[in-house]
């Protein structure tokens, strides 16, 4: 029973959310040779000011 963890700054749709867990769910079907309803996703959502890169906050990013 696999599990992937993805973790990604808010600011996606819905639907590129659900688009990324099908791909993700296929490529582990695929890959590894077990049935879709076994593999698990685990999504987290970061606020952007609570990521930073290279010192500066997300958020603050142009």
């Known amino acids: ?3 992937v963890h ?5 600011g996606r749709s819905e639907a590129q959310l659900k688009a990324m867990i099908e791909d ?3 490529a582990v079907v695929k ?6 309803e076994h593999v698990h996703v685990i ?3 970061m606020q952007p000011n609570r ?3 290279g010192g500066v906050l ?3 990013q142009k």
Do not use: C, G
């Open 43 to 45: 999504l987290d959502e």
């Open 51 to 53: 990521y930073a890169q």
């Open 31 to 36: 890959n590894i040779n077990v049935p879709a």
């Open 24 to 26: 993700v769910t296929a």
């Open 58 to 60: 997300r958020s603050e």
């Open 1 to 3: 029973m696999p599990f």
């Open 6 to 10: 993805i973790e990604v700054v808010a």
